[in-house]
Protein backbone atom coordinates (compact mmCIF):
# COMPACT_ATOMS: atom_id res chain seq x y z
CA UNK A 1 0.00 0.00 0.00
CA UNK A 2 1.35 3.68 -0.75
CA UNK A 3 -0.44 6.68 0.78
CA UNK A 4 0.27 10.33 -0.87
CA UNK A 5 -1.06 13.07 0.97
CA UNK A 6 -1.16 16.74 0.37
CA UNK A 7 -1.78 19.49 2.60
CA UNK A 8 -1.37 23.28 2.85
CA UNK A 9 -4.54 24.73 0.09
CA UNK A 10 -7.01 26.93 1.39
CA UNK A 11 -8.09 30.29 0.35
CA UNK A 12 -6.01 33.63 -0.80
CA UNK A 13 -6.21 36.70 -2.11
CA UNK A 14 -4.72 37.58 -5.71
CA UNK A 15 -1.58 38.38 -5.65
CA UNK A 16 -0.60 36.30 -2.30
CA UNK A 17 1.58 32.97 -1.78
CA UNK A 18 0.82 29.24 -0.46
CA UNK A 19 2.76 26.01 0.27
CA UNK A 20 1.78 22.91 -0.43
CA UNK A 21 3.03 20.31 1.19
CA UNK A 22 2.70 16.51 -0.36
CA UNK A 23 4.33 13.27 1.41
CA UNK A 24 4.56 9.53 0.12
CA UNK A 25 5.01 6.53 2.66
CA UNK A 26 3.59 2.71 2.87
CA UNK A 27 5.12 0.59 0.33
CA UNK A 28 7.23 2.47 -1.98
CA UNK A 29 10.72 1.23 -2.88
CA UNK A 30 11.94 4.52 -4.66
CA UNK A 31 10.75 7.29 -6.03
CA UNK A 32 11.42 8.28 -9.76
CA UNK A 33 9.20 11.50 -10.13
CA UNK A 34 6.82 13.13 -7.77
CA UNK A 35 4.40 15.46 -9.60
CA UNK A 36 1.95 18.17 -9.24
CA UNK A 37 -1.31 18.44 -11.11
CA UNK A 38 -4.48 21.29 -10.65
CA UNK A 39 -7.89 20.58 -11.94
CA UNK A 40 -10.25 23.59 -12.13
CA UNK A 41 -13.71 23.48 -12.11
CA UNK A 42 -15.06 21.80 -15.55
CA UNK A 43 -11.27 21.91 -17.46
CA UNK A 44 -9.08 18.97 -17.15
CA UNK A 45 -6.47 18.05 -15.28
CA UNK A 46 -3.29 19.54 -15.87
CA UNK A 47 0.36 18.29 -15.20
CA UNK A 48 1.84 22.07 -12.85
CA UNK A 49 5.64 20.87 -11.49
CA UNK A 50 7.33 17.84 -11.56
CA UNK A 51 10.63 16.78 -9.50
CA UNK A 52 12.62 13.94 -10.60
CA UNK A 53 14.78 11.76 -8.01
CA UNK A 54 17.90 13.37 -9.20
CA UNK A 55 15.77 17.08 -8.58
CA UNK A 56 15.47 17.90 -12.12
CA UNK A 57 12.59 20.14 -12.01
CA UNK A 58 10.18 21.20 -15.03
CA UNK A 59 7.22 23.14 -14.90
CA UNK A 60 3.83 24.25 -17.17
CA UNK A 61 4.27 27.80 -18.89
CA UNK A 62 1.32 29.22 -17.04
CA UNK A 63 3.40 28.93 -13.77
CA UNK A 64 6.84 29.42 -14.61
CA UNK A 65 8.39 31.93 -12.62
CA UNK A 66 5.84 32.09 -10.26
CA UNK A 67 5.69 28.04 -8.97
CA UNK A 68 8.66 26.28 -7.06
CA UNK A 69 8.38 22.76 -6.43
CA UNK A 70 11.13 21.19 -4.08
CA UNK A 71 12.37 18.45 -1.94
CA UNK A 72 12.90 18.12 1.43
CA UNK A 73 16.14 18.08 2.68
CA UNK A 74 15.90 15.40 4.62
CA UNK A 75 12.70 13.24 3.26
CA UNK A 76 13.18 12.52 -0.53
CA UNK A 77 9.67 11.42 -0.08
CA UNK A 78 7.43 15.00 0.34
CA UNK A 79 7.86 17.72 -2.04
CA UNK A 80 6.44 21.14 -2.00
CA UNK A 81 4.89 23.54 -4.80
CA UNK A 82 5.50 27.14 -3.38
CA UNK A 83 3.22 29.41 -4.98
CA UNK A 84 3.32 32.76 -5.52
CA UNK A 85 1.31 35.90 -7.19
CA UNK A 86 -1.52 33.91 -7.17
CA UNK A 87 -4.51 34.54 -9.55
CA UNK A 88 -8.03 33.31 -9.62
CA UNK A 89 -7.09 31.44 -12.91
CA UNK A 90 -4.70 29.30 -10.05
CA UNK A 91 -8.30 28.34 -9.08
CA UNK A 92 -8.36 24.65 -8.37
CA UNK A 93 -7.88 21.32 -6.83
CA UNK A 94 -4.43 20.33 -6.79
CA UNK A 95 -3.05 16.60 -7.05
CA UNK A 96 0.43 14.76 -6.20
CA UNK A 97 1.71 12.32 -7.56
CA UNK A 98 3.92 9.64 -6.85
CA UNK A 99 5.43 7.88 -9.62
CA UNK A 100 1.90 6.22 -10.18
CA UNK A 101 0.10 6.80 -7.29
CA UNK A 102 -2.21 9.57 -6.49
CA UNK A 103 -3.36 11.80 -3.16
CA UNK A 104 -6.58 13.03 -2.54
CA UNK A 105 -6.07 16.37 -3.64
CA UNK A 106 -6.23 19.76 -1.74
CA UNK A 107 -8.05 22.71 -2.68
CA UNK A 108 -6.52 25.94 -3.38
CA UNK A 109 -8.85 29.04 -3.90
CA UNK A 110 -7.53 32.72 -4.54
CA UNK A 111 -10.04 35.00 -4.85
CA UNK A 112 -10.79 38.70 -2.81
Known amino acids: QVQVAESGGGLVQPGGSLTLSCTASGSIYRIQIMRWYRQAPGKQRELVASITGDSIMDYTNSVKGRFKISRDNFQRNTVYLLMNDLSPEDTAVYYC?????WGQGTNVTVSA
Open 97 to 101: QANTH
